[in-house]
């Protein structure tokens, strides 16, 4: 069975962990939080960085970070994971969803300023797959309507966008570090604060409302509640495991990079043939390796695929299912027709891509398509 994703380990990992365990210091912000943080800020520029126990819970701190209330508006693509709206629409707002672009499922650009109203608070925008949407216009158009931008950069680790890192250009990035992304510790995530005068308030926020961050560098005589907040940061376990990949990104990056072109170089034959259509990257973009994904006619073949793929025991997915079309927003709001979305849900189909992934096992992967299926 070729799996669709296998965690990958780097050998450091349990070490230190070890470590970290009997360090004496276990609980968060520790060592190797410090050792993290300083490697983001150092590696990508990012002003200040903050470790999260998921991607979710970035997303919530900038959620709270802007006040967001049940006033507000915040315009959300609708292809995306569940979180990138759940942050904000947990805090009372409503999500206006956005559709996809028709060569890439980023947010399609051309159709936010429609969306925008006196309400809008902010715009949240998915690098999916790693793939830089086109931040220039996203920040002109934010900046002429005074809205925040929040990248969520789950699955954009090491990627850019004309040469600046991802999770850099907006108010916030978060990003993930669940098992299925490049760089993993089982279940993590990052903030990346971008603009200064929120740096202050998400350490508070970070550490249950209070400014115990501060009191520990000496900067405060005592600690207490000082606003709202939650415990937002993970343990020194997550850290230790996380900054073993971390070490190894370069290495993680090469490969998948490496199996993407494999991929990409083997299925070309079949795009030219408009038998499939394959990932799009624009010029202002760069490539993760993060996802392999192609798309189908339709929601049957894709459907004939999987369970073809499964027969050959190589397990391929889909996802995401339109957000616009989820049974808990048609609860709160009326039915949307976005087109571009709807068409990724039913069409395309992710393959698999993991660090141990070897040319045998993508000629073998390969071979099944060329063989009987298209
Ligand atoms: C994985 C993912 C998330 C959620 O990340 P967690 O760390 O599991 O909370 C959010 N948004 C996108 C686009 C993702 O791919």
């Not at 990992?13 to 070890?18: K, P």
């Not at 993290?36 to 002003?47: A, I, M, T």
């Not at 992710?350 to 298209?374: A, G, H, T």
């Amino acid at each position: 069975m070729i799996p669709f994703n296998k965690p990958y380990l780097t050998g450091k990992e349990a070490h230190y962990l070890y470590q970290a365990v009997y360090s004496g210091h276990i609980s968060g912000n520790g060592n190797y939080t410090k050792k993290c943080h300083l490697f983001f800020e150092e590696r990508w520029g990012f002003k200040k960085t903050l470790l999260t126990t998921s991607c979710t819970d970035a997303l919530e701190m900038c959620a709270l970070l802007l006040n967001v209330k049940n006033t507000d508006e915040v315009i959300v693509p609708s292809f995306t994971f569940v979180s990138s709206a759940l942050a904000f629409e947990r805090q009372g707002a409503k999500i206006i969803f956005a559709d996809s672009r028709k060569d890439h499922p980023g947010i399609d650009e051309t159709k936010i300023e429609a969306l925008i109203t006196p309400k809008t608070k902010a715009i949240v925008v998915v690098h999916y797959a790693g793939v830089a949407v086109d931040m220039d216009i996203i920040m002109e158009i934010a900046k002429k309507h005074n809205i925040y931008v929040i990248e969520d950069a789950a699955q954009a680790i090491d990627s850019y966008y004309k040469g600046r890192p991802l999770g850099s250009i907006g108010h916030f990035g978060t990003f993930s570090f669940h098992e299925t992304k490049n760089i993993q510790c089982g279940e993590g995530g990052l903030l990346a604060i971008n603009d200064d005068t929120f740096i202050n308030r998400a350490e508070i926020i970070w550490e249950k409302g209070t400014n115990r961050a501060e009191f520990f560098r000496g900067e405060a005589n005592k600690y207490g509640w000082k606003d709202t907040g939650s415990s937002f940061l993970p343990s020194e376990l997550n850290a230790s495991f996380l900054y073993a990949q971390l070490e190894n990104i370069n290495d993680i990056q090469n490969k998948r990079k490496e199996i993407w072109l494999a991929y990409y170089n083997n299925l070309k034959l079949l795009e030219d043939k408009g038998l499939i259509k394959l990932p799009f990257i624009p010029d202002y973009a760069s490539n993760n390796g993060h996802m392999f994904y192609i798309i189908l006619n339709d929601i049957n073949q894709r459907s004939l695929f999987i369970n073809y793929m499964g027969g050959h025991n190589i397990k391929c997915v889909f996802h995401y299912l339109s957000l616009h079309q989820s049974d808990y927003y048609l609860k709160k709001n009326e039915l949307r027709h976005l087109e571009k979305s709807d068409y990724y849900s039913d069409c395309l189909v992710r393959l698999p891509l993991y660090y141990e992934l070897n040319n045998l096992k993508i000629f073998e992967i390969i071979e099944s398509f060329f063989k009987n299926f298209l």
